[in-house]
Nanobody, 124 residues
Framework: QVQLVESGGGTVQAGDSLRLSCTTSGLTFSNYAMGWFRQAPGKERELVATISSGFGTIDYTDSVKGRFTISRNNAEKMVYLQMDSLKPEDTAVYYC?????????????????WGQGTQVTVSS
């Protein structure tokens, strides 16, 4: 059974940093592209960042470029999202995702696996 478990969310002030972690089990982690989506209240779930299985390709949504960094540790089967210079508009539930291919991972309807999500709240 595949499980993705997020941690590291919380409530911070604007300008602060948070590091989200995603622990995985039940999948051959090194074969999967990994990513983070988020969903703010009343909004569509959106792609935040993705990293390919071979580390060669990383992408970010425009609103987080220069502030967020996605990384992965294949030995520990974990993926991370370092979030710096947080803004109130970053407030959302953040979801860890896994996909068999990098390109389908970037389409929320085609993501293979989802975590339960972790809440990030940024106050002004």
């Amino acid at each position: 059974q595949v499980q993705l478990v997020e941690s590291g969310g919380g409530t911070v002030q604007a300008g602060d940093s948070l590091r989200l972690s995603c622990t995985t089990s039940g999948l051959t982690f090194s074969n999967y592209a990994m990513g983070w989506f988020r969903q703010a209240p009343g909004k569509e779930r959106e792609l935040v960042a993705t990293i390919s299985s071979g580390f060669g390709t990383i992408d970010y949504t425009d609103s987080v470029k220069g502030r967020f960094t996605i990384s992965r540790n294949n030995a520990e089967k974990m993926v991370y999202l370092q979030m710096d210079s947080l803004k109130p508009e970053d407030t959302a539930v953040y979801y860890c995702t896994a996909g068999r291919t990098y390109y389908t991972l970037r389409i929320k309807e085609e993501v293979d696996y989802w975590g339960q999500g972790t809440q990030v709240t940024v106050s002004s």
